[in-house]
C-alpha cells in the first residue's frame, strides 16, 4: 500500500461514524428491531456489534503497534451476540462508545510512521501475516458492509 493509498484508507476508516449515523438517520426505529430470521441480526444488534467489534479491533490494533509478533485472537460474533445480549443492549451506549473508539483510533493512525503498517501478528484465523495495513482496510470496510447489511434488513422489513 502506498503512502497515498494508506491516507485515504485511514481517511475512510476515520469517516465511519459519520456514515453510520448517516444510515442509520435513514431507517425507522420501529425497523431497528426487526430481524429477518433468527439467525440474522436485526439493526439493534448490528449496532451493538460495531461497538463491540470495534473494541477488539482497537485492542489488536494496539497489539500490532506495541507488540508486533504476538498472537489476537478471533471471536465467535453469533455468541457474542447471545451470551452478551445484545437485543437488550442500549443502542445509544453502544453508538457513543464507536464514535469515541473510532475518534481516537483515528487520530492514533493519523500519527504512525510509515514503517509501524508493516507490523505484523498472528491471527487465529488467518493462515498469513496479519499486518497492520491488512487489519486497517478490514476496519475502514467494516461499517459500509453493516451499512448494506442494514440496508438489507430494513427491506425484509418493509
Not at 91 to 102: G, H, M, S, Y
Not at 137 to 142: F, G, T
Request: charged content about 20%; glycine content about 4%.
Amino acid at each position: 500500500m502506498t503512502n497515498e493509498e494508506r491516507s485515504q484508507t485511514i481517511q475512510e476508516y476515520g469517516r465511519g461514524f459519520d456514515l453510520l449515523t448517516d444510515a442509520l438517520a435513514q431507517i425507522p426505529r420501529p425497523a431497528w428491531e426487526f430481524k429477518p430470521a433468527s439467525d440474522q441480526w436485526s439493526v439493534h444488534e448490528t449496532i451493538i456489534h460495531m461497538a463491540d467489534s470495534e473494541m477488539v479491533g482497537v485492542l489488536r490494533l494496539h497489539t500490532l503497534i506495541a507488540e508486533p509478533g504476538n498472537t489476537v485472537i478471533a471471536y465467535n460474533e453469533s455468541k457474542w451476540a447471545e451470551a452478551l445480549g445484545y437485543r437488550n443492549q442500549n443502542t445509544d451506549d453502544a453508538l457513543q462508545l464507536f464514535q469515541l473508539l473510532r475518534r481516537t483510533t483515528y487520530h492514533l493512525l493519523q500519527a504512525l510512521p510509515a514503517q509501524v503498517f508493516t507490523h505484523s501478528v498472528t491471527h487465529s484465523e488467518w493462515n498469513e501475516p496479519y499486518t497492520l495495513e491488512k487489519w486497517l482496510v478490514i476496519y475502514a470496510n467494516h461499517v459500509p458492509e453493516h451499512i448494506a447489511q442494514m440496508k438489507k434488513t430494513v427491506e425484509a422489513w418493509k
